[in-house]
């Protein structure tokens, strides 16, 4: 990885570029990834998050198991409900994820209290990401204040 670049040249004209896979993003220099605008806390979290891939503790891919998928990524540092939800959701392809205190669910719905947006979401168990999804439809629509 040059310093300063996170994606790399690939060798075919028409993809010409791409995100670097796990061993390069667990074994870069921290201090590189920080120098793209990272913040130590998400650089250690990345790379911890890659590490776990590269070594096969962590399978990223929608026919990995949730629940253990789930204590793996909460295990991690700077992995915490609202990131291994939004990997759930993303990466999983999980169709039940709902990560309560992201900040446009919790617009979207009117309310501050992740515990309250949790709560409204049982009734659309288990298509909460569909939820999730129109709620930042909603949230986007909304004009800023």
């Known amino acids: 990885m040059r310093p300063g670049r996170l994606i790399q040249a690939t060798p075919w004209a028409d993809l010409d570029r791409a995100f ?3 061993e390069t993003l667990a074994s870069a220099d921290p201090s590189a990834l920080g ?14 998050l890659a590490q776990a891939v590269a070594d096969g503790r962590l399978h990223l891919h929608p026919a990995a198991p949730v629940g253990e998928t789930m204590q793996v990524l909460q295990a991690l540092p700077g992995i915490g409900p609202w990131s ?7 990466a999983l ?3 039940d994820a709902f990560p309560a205190s992201d900040l446009g669910v919790l617009r979207a719905l009117g309310t501050r209290d992740p515990a309250e947006a ?3 979401a049982q009734a659309w168990r288990p298509w909460r990401s569909y939820a999730v999804m129109r709620l930042w439809q909603a949230d986007a629509a909304q004009p800023l204040t």
């Open 118 to 120: 949790q709560q409204a």
């Open 20 to 22: 670097p896979g796990p």
């Open 84 to 90: 291994a939800e939004l990997i759930a959701l993303r």
């Open 35 to 48: 120098a793209l605008g990272i913040v130590r806390q998400r650089v250690t979290a990345l790379q911890a």
């Open 93 to 95: 392809a999980w169709p």
